[in-house]
């Protein structure tokens, strides 16, 4: 189900989420280069955090049981889901871009 997954079972990202990997990974490497290491590690903490407090993050308006966390010192947010299973992660979103998509 997952296919970008940094902490174990816990947190899985879904493939709705793949482009946005991406983006995420062509930024960093290519764009913003001196930000990498600390947006990679920043990303990696907030998987950790919501492994340990899965309702750590905002409710999504107009989204039941969609929740969203900042990445911290990054535009990018994780749009996530809690299930009995795991915390499904929805969308690495650039806060950047239009809220439509």
Known sequence: M???NLT???TGFLPSAAQDILWFR???RSVFTEGDANACAN???VQVLLS???YVGQPFEGRPGVRKFPIRKTPF???YR???EQIEILRLW???QASDR
């Open 52 to 54: 340990a407090n899965p």
């Open 43 to 45: 990303l990696k903490a």
């Open 94 to 96: 650039d806060s950047r």
């Open 82 to 84: 809690v299930t009995s």
């Open 77 to 79: 947010m994780l749009i």
């Open 2 to 4: 997952s296919i970008w």
């Open 8 to 10: 174990g079972n816990e």
């Open 26 to 28: 062509y930024y960093y």
